[in-house]
């Protein structure tokens, strides 16, 4: 009964709190003009509500309410309290446009005051290359940097109808197994109620006419703001997660392979921006979903194609250290395999779109296969989430 109270409950009731707000949200946003108008840049046509990072995080604190994890872990606490701050400043950027320096420079004390307030950092690495315990004049920048490019590469992927929420659903899922399984109860509860909360704005994002919202930039610095938590708290010196890096269990390869698309995509297009003499903030159309949007894939088709190839990565990674091999090859693994479906498909894609021969043809083909939107049941399931 206490896993019961502590865990599936607080997910339930962030699903229904998502849920609840989410058409209130919605009808603010539309009458104060909150909304991500079309440029050339962006995929939309026409302007979208981009309040729905509200929704998301109204959904994790009600779950979190509704079990001790809440009031019984100081940590969690003040982790709440580092996303309401992010919240704010992202929905300040919807709004407003901050600029860069002053994000980065938001995102870098929050992520201080957090490894601070929880005497946690990234200062153990679990016997990669040999090494366990860093010192902390390494820990403390290495931490910061993690963090902050983590919070940045999901505030990246944020560009087509499902991607953001639906990685964010899929490695919260993930990360609660972990923590599950190493019998932390309150990262388990945090995870699943982040992964119940997104449930509903993922499809009104996807499925979603009158109802669609963006999650926005609030949305994904309060995820992003997480997803680093969770990394931190797996590679922390005290982690509980100990127990798998005795079994020959690679952790660092275990958080880089959840995290793969977004933090290896990120890395490619600043990485090509500032080949180009740019800024690596400068924004453009780059990325890896404006790839398979030229390919003629639709936005669910795009999505589709991202998160199988993460979760692939993940499957991969696990099957090696099921296999028996070393910490140092599993993540070499997931190095490998990261930029082949980065770096390397994106080389290829653009070679074939310059050449106009029968690989492109191939991809197009497969992006029209997978084109779902307005057909048969998709009508039907839109119809009944502009209900909701």
Known sequence: MSVLNNI???????????LWIHPKILKIAIMKNLVDNPDARKLQ?????????????????????????MFSSPGVFMLTTAMLIMLYIGTMDDIMNLTPTVRFMIEII?????MYINRASINCFWGLWGIDIIPLWISG??????AVGIINAINLIDGVNGLSSGYCFMASVLFATIFYKAGNITMTTLSLSAAGAIVPFFLHNVFGNSTKMFIGDGGTLVIGTMMSMFVISILSEYSKCAIFAEDGMGL????LAILSMPIFDTLRVMSARIMRGKSPFHPDKTHLHHLFIELNFSHVGTTICILSINFIIVALWYLSYKLGASIDTQLYIVVAMAILSTFVFYGYAKRLIRKNG??????????????????GVWSVIQRLIDKL
């Open 45 to 69: 046509r026409n302007p979208v509500p981009v309040m729905g990072g509200m929704a998301v995080f109204f959904g994790i604190t009600i779950g979190l309410c509704f079990s001790q994890t």
């Open 141 to 146: 920048p290495l931490t910061i940097f993690a």
């Open 358 to 375: 029968r690989g492109l043809r191939v991809l197009t083909a497969i992006g029209k296969a997978i084109h779902f939107e307005k057909k």
């Open 110 to 114: 929050v992520v201080c005051w957090l």
């Open 8 to 18: 599936i409950i607080p997910a339930l009731f962030a699903f229904l709190g998502t």
């Open 252 to 255: 660092i390869p275990l958080t």
